[in-house]
Protein backbone atom coordinates (compact mmCIF):
# COMPACT_ATOMS: atom_id res chain seq x y z
CA UNK A 1 0.00 0.00 0.00
CA UNK A 2 1.75 3.19 -0.76
CA UNK A 3 2.46 5.68 1.70
CA UNK A 4 0.09 7.67 0.34
CA UNK A 5 -3.39 5.88 1.19
CA UNK A 6 -2.63 6.28 4.71
CA UNK A 7 -4.18 9.65 5.87
CA UNK A 8 -3.02 10.39 9.17
CA UNK A 9 -5.04 13.52 11.33
CA UNK A 10 -3.62 15.11 14.20
CA UNK A 11 -5.99 16.03 17.10
CA UNK A 12 -4.87 17.86 20.51
CA UNK A 13 -5.82 16.16 23.66
CA UNK A 14 -6.27 17.95 27.25
CA UNK A 15 -2.69 17.51 28.05
CA UNK A 16 -0.51 20.56 26.19
CA UNK A 17 2.28 17.80 25.80
CA UNK A 18 0.19 14.75 23.87
CA UNK A 19 -1.16 14.63 20.42
CA UNK A 20 -3.63 12.18 19.46
CA UNK A 21 -2.49 10.58 15.73
CA UNK A 22 -5.83 9.39 14.06
CA UNK A 23 -5.49 6.82 11.46
CA UNK A 24 -8.55 5.62 8.87
CA UNK A 25 -7.72 2.12 9.86
CA UNK A 26 -6.96 0.37 12.79
CA UNK A 27 -3.33 -0.10 13.62
CA UNK A 28 -1.65 -2.95 13.60
CA UNK A 29 -1.25 -5.02 16.24
CA UNK A 30 -2.72 -7.15 18.81
CA UNK A 31 -5.41 -4.53 21.07
CA UNK A 32 -4.40 -1.56 23.21
CA UNK A 33 -0.56 -1.19 24.31
CA UNK A 34 0.79 1.43 25.87
CA UNK A 35 5.10 2.19 26.42
CA UNK A 36 7.03 4.61 28.66
CA UNK A 37 10.61 3.92 27.20
CA UNK A 38 11.87 2.16 24.24
CA UNK A 39 13.18 -0.76 25.89
CA UNK A 40 9.60 -1.50 26.70
CA UNK A 41 8.64 -1.11 22.83
CA UNK A 42 11.41 -3.03 21.37
CA UNK A 43 8.92 -6.03 20.08
CA UNK A 44 6.16 -3.54 18.39
CA UNK A 45 7.83 -2.36 15.67
CA UNK A 46 5.44 1.09 14.88
CA UNK A 47 6.48 2.14 18.86
CA UNK A 48 9.94 1.13 18.40
CA UNK A 49 10.44 3.37 15.65
CA UNK A 50 8.51 6.24 17.11
CA UNK A 51 10.63 6.14 19.66
CA UNK A 52 13.40 6.84 17.81
CA UNK A 53 12.16 10.63 17.33
CA UNK A 54 13.65 12.53 19.54
CA UNK A 55 11.70 13.76 22.32
CA UNK A 56 9.40 11.09 22.54
CA UNK A 57 8.44 10.04 26.30
CA UNK A 58 5.18 7.85 26.26
CA UNK A 59 2.78 5.82 23.43
CA UNK A 60 -0.45 4.82 23.92
CA UNK A 61 -1.73 2.82 20.79
CA UNK A 62 -5.46 1.84 20.93
CA UNK A 63 -7.91 0.65 17.63
CA UNK A 64 -7.38 3.33 14.65
CA UNK A 65 -5.09 6.12 16.74
CA UNK A 66 -1.58 6.55 18.50
CA UNK A 67 -1.37 9.10 21.57
CA UNK A 68 2.23 10.82 21.52
CA UNK A 69 3.31 12.36 24.54
CA UNK A 70 6.61 14.86 24.41
CA UNK A 71 8.99 15.69 26.67
CA UNK A 72 8.49 19.71 27.74
CA UNK A 73 11.80 20.88 26.03
CA UNK A 74 10.46 20.27 22.06
CA UNK A 75 7.03 21.85 20.99
CA UNK A 76 4.63 20.37 18.52
CA UNK A 77 5.82 21.73 15.59
CA UNK A 78 9.47 20.43 15.58
CA UNK A 79 7.86 16.75 15.93
CA UNK A 80 4.57 16.63 13.99
CA UNK A 81 6.53 15.53 10.52
CA UNK A 82 8.97 13.33 11.92
CA UNK A 83 6.19 11.38 14.19
CA UNK A 84 4.06 10.95 10.78
CA UNK A 85 7.20 9.94 9.09
CA UNK A 86 8.06 7.11 11.86
CA UNK A 87 4.12 6.29 11.60
CA UNK A 88 4.34 5.58 7.59
CA UNK A 89 7.75 4.50 7.38
CA UNK A 90 6.45 1.78 10.33
CA UNK A 91 3.31 0.55 9.20
CA UNK A 92 5.08 0.11 5.28
CA UNK A 93 8.06 -1.61 6.78
CA UNK A 94 8.28 -5.67 5.31
CA UNK A 95 6.99 -7.69 8.26
CA UNK A 96 10.84 -9.06 9.08
CA UNK A 97 10.89 -7.63 12.96
Known amino acids: MPESDIQITVEGTPNP????FVLEHDVPGEGSRSYFDPESAADDRLAARLF??????????VENFITVTKTE???WPDLLDEIE???????HAPDEL
Not at 52 to 61: F, M, S
Open 17 to 20: HAAK
Open 52 to 61: EVDGIRALLI
Open 73 to 75: RLE
Open 85 to 91: EAILEAL
